[in-house]
């Protein structure tokens, strides 16, 4: 089959996005990205054009996207916060572009999170007086909680609250779109995601599930390390809500399970692409290409997997900072960091075939420590 069709990613500074231009890349497929600056990871050598925004912004980056539509590209969201963006402005972009999604409300975090809202642990809104809000969380969510923005757009978008004394402090920096939610007690390993790939009609394309072994942040973070394993209870959880409900496109979701009730709870869905998908395109699920043949109307292969493979996936620079994390709290040992690495696993940023992104966050990450030990030296104090 020849793929026609180009593709346009829009942020190219995650793991996510680097996978997916990876993935279609590899397969011939003429790839944009635009990014309102310059990604740590540069330009990867199947980008044929790196487009930057003029100004930051909705107004702009909907400007910079019809600027782009020639050909109706396939439009690729790879976080939450541009799937939302594409659902806010769903009926514009479906003129201008191809993605498998057929309505606003099947991609919005709003809808989906309403979707499997009973799955999910308790909540409460931060609507009351801060002493008052104080004794509610208290008395019903209990402490630790979580404290989460509605929109995960905030420069912290989930915050661990340890005690009474912290939610307080925390409530004079929040704004009215927060609210809080209650942490589900557990370790790092309690904790898992899947992704799923939904053709038309609502029909289950495929599937993978794994296990989380690092995060970071610590408590609320992305996993840095983690490895593919066959959980069914997930997929049991979340499938025939999402069939009933016609979805269509990339599904990913967190679990994570209560060490003490051992109840799994959902803790966050998203229709964009996950941070690991590097990992499931090296097993064979290519949820990027399954994505674009969705698009072109074209017929999706069906890939489960129902084993484990033992494979793993590794964040470098951030798991990096992770470990750093459990060291000095002492919630993790030295030797349970080791004890849990292995040889085989997929790297986020680094591939033989697409060095330049690996170097580029070499040399990104080297000047960022350079500058933080040059504001360190006695006389810049």
């Known amino acids: 089959m020849t793929l026609q069709a180009t593709a346009l990613v829009f942020d190219g500074h995650t793991a996510a996005a680097l996978a997916v231009i990876r993935n279609l890349g590899r397969r011939g497929v003429v790839f944009r990205t635009l990014d309102a600056a310059p990604s740590d990871y540069g330009i990867s050598r199947y980008v044929k054009d790196a487009v930057l925004t003029k100004h930051p912004g909705d107004d702009a980056l909907l400007e910079a996207l019809l600027a782009l539509s020639d050909g109706r590209p396939v439009l690729f969201p790879t976080s939450s916060a541009h799937v939302d963006f594409m659902a806010r402005h769903f009926?514009?972009?479906?003129?201008?572009?191809?993605?498998?999604?057929?309505?606003?409300?099947?991609?919005?975090?709003?809808?989906?999170?309403?979707?499997?809202?009973?799955?999910?642990?308790?909540?409460?809104?931060?609507?009351?007086?801060?002493?008052?809000?104080?004794?509610?969380?208290?008395?019903?969510?209990?402490?630790?909680?979580?404290?989460?923005?509605?929109?995960?757009?905030?420069?912290?978008?989930?915050?661990?609250?340890?005690?009474?004394?912290?939610?307080?402090?925390?409530?004079?920096?929040?704004?009215?779109?927060?609210?809080?939610?209650?942490?589900?007690?557990?370790?790092?390993?309690?904790?898992?995601?899947?992704?799923?790939?939904?053709?038309?009609?609502?029909?289950?394309?495929?599937?993978?599930?794994?296990?989380?072994?690092?995060?970071?942040?610590?408590?609320?973070?992305?996993?840095?390390?983690?490895?593919?394993?066959?959980?069914?209870?997930?997929?049991?959880?979340?499938?025939?809500?999402?069939?009933?409900s016609g979805f269509r496109g990339i599904f990913h979701a967190h679990f994570k399970r209560d060490e003490f009730t051992k109840k799994v709870y959902i803790t966050g869905v998203s229709a964009s692409f996950s941070p690991e998908t590097e990992l499931y395109t090296h097993l064979g699920f290519e949820t990027p290409y399954l994505y674009y043949l969705d698009s072109l109307g074209e017929d999706v292969p069906k890939v489960f997997f129902q084993s484990d493979t033992d494979c793993h996936f590794l964040d470098g620079w951030r798991d990096m900072a992770g470990v750093a994390g459990y060291i000095k709290t002492g919630h993790m040992g030295l030797m349970k960091i080791l004890g849990d690495y292995k040889f085989r696993k997929v790297p986020a940023t680094w591939a033989w075939d697409d060095m330049g992104p690996g170097l580029n966050k070499l040399g990104a990450e080297a000047a960022k420590g350079a500058k933080i030990l040059y504001n360190k030296l006695p006389f810049n104090r």
């Open 91 to 244: 009926s514009l972009l479906k003129d201008h572009f191809r993605f498998p999604s057929p309505t606003a409300e099947a991609l919005s975090s709003a809808g989906l999170t309403a979707l499997f809202r009973d799955l999910m642990p308790p909540e409460k809104g931060l609507n009351k007086a801060p002493d008052q809000l104080v004794i509610d969380i208290a008395t019903t969510l209990g402490f630790p909680c979580l404290i989460k923005s509605r929109h995960g757009k905030k420069e912290a978008p989930i915050q661990y609250i340890q005690s009474a004394a912290a939610f307080s402090r925390a409530l004079e920096k929040i704004e009215a779109d927060f609210y809080a939610e209650r942490y589900v007690p557990g370790e790092a390993c309690d904790n898992y995601t899947a992704s799923l790939y939904y053709a038309e009609a609502g029909e289950l394309s495929g599937f993978v599930t794994a296990q989380v072994l690092r995060q970071y942040p610590e408590f609320v973070g992305e996993a840095t390390y983690l490895k593919q394993k066959w959980i069914p209870e997930l997929i049991g959880l979340v499938h025939p809500r999402l069939k009933a």
